[in-house]
């Protein structure tokens, strides 16, 4: 069977339709007619091959909603016409201590949506059914597309890292991610702090979740909240001055990035030692971890803010996205 798609051919330009031959379904297969897939930073770094590790043509897409249209002969709990989502990850090996405990995630055979394999800017995808997952019923099909990877990145450290009512958390950089991370910590019950250096956003900020708004572009409005978190999220793939955000936890508090900046991350050890700090990162989740996302955000009614554009206009949303002028996260529907 054929797939239209778009792809990048070459990094750096824009998609162009494009078809390729889709692999046969397997035991553990599902087919899926694609009817939306978010967009995701991700997406743009891979066709820029900001990291390295694109091969073209290069078919973006790991934010996947859409309907199952076949099932291999092995896949257990998923039928024809039922919804599904895909994320970035898209196999594991199953068998090594990070996937027997939950955490595929971290397994050194992970495989991904759209590295190596053609993604979600398609009209269909054949994955394992093993790295589907149902969406509940409350979930909207456009707000379910950013769950699936920009909600579990933000989500995991959460977890991850035993964040407690008690908490006072910072979000760094309130966009396609941190939008998310803001309504998840408020549902947490934590204290939340927005970090901007748009202050124009404060408004929308509260409104996501944050109980306070510090419009970072300032250092002395850095410097008054010094001393006052116990969990950062930096979700910004930027370069700022750590140093200063160090200095807004409280002693045993964690800095973790979930965005890569463009250099080497530099801060000085003193505070840390003094502070007892630690600096962390998260990637995605397991499956374990994304099914609880998932049910945590419709009981919660977390959901992000999207702009829904037709999947033929994808050229025009990155470049929405690129200048940073999406509100919060777009989403191509077929
Ligand atoms: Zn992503
Ligand atoms: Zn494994």
Known sequence: ??????????????????QYESKKLGDWDIEVAITHCGICYSDVHLIDNDWGMSTYPLVPGHEIVGTITAVGGKVAGFEKGQRVGIGWQCG??????????GMENLCPEHRDTCVGNFGGFARSIIVDSRFAYDIPESITSEAAGPLLCGGITVYSPLRH???KPSHRVGVIGIGGLGHMALQFANAFGCEVTAFSSSPNKEAEAREFGAHRFIPSADPAELQKAAGSLDFIISTIHGDLNWDAYLATLRPNGKLCFVGVPDSAIAFQAFPLLFGQLSVCASVIGGRAMMKEMLGFAARHHIAPQTEVTPMEQVNEAIRKLK?????YRIVLKN
């Open 323 to 327: 200048e940073n002028r999406a509100r």
């Open 1 to 18: 069977m054929k797939i239209s798609s778009y792809a990048a051919l070459m990094q750096k330009k824009p998609l162009e339709p494009f």
């Open 92 to 101: 594991a090996c199953l068998n090594c201590e990070m996937c027997t405990t």
């Open 161 to 163: 890292y035993d964040v």
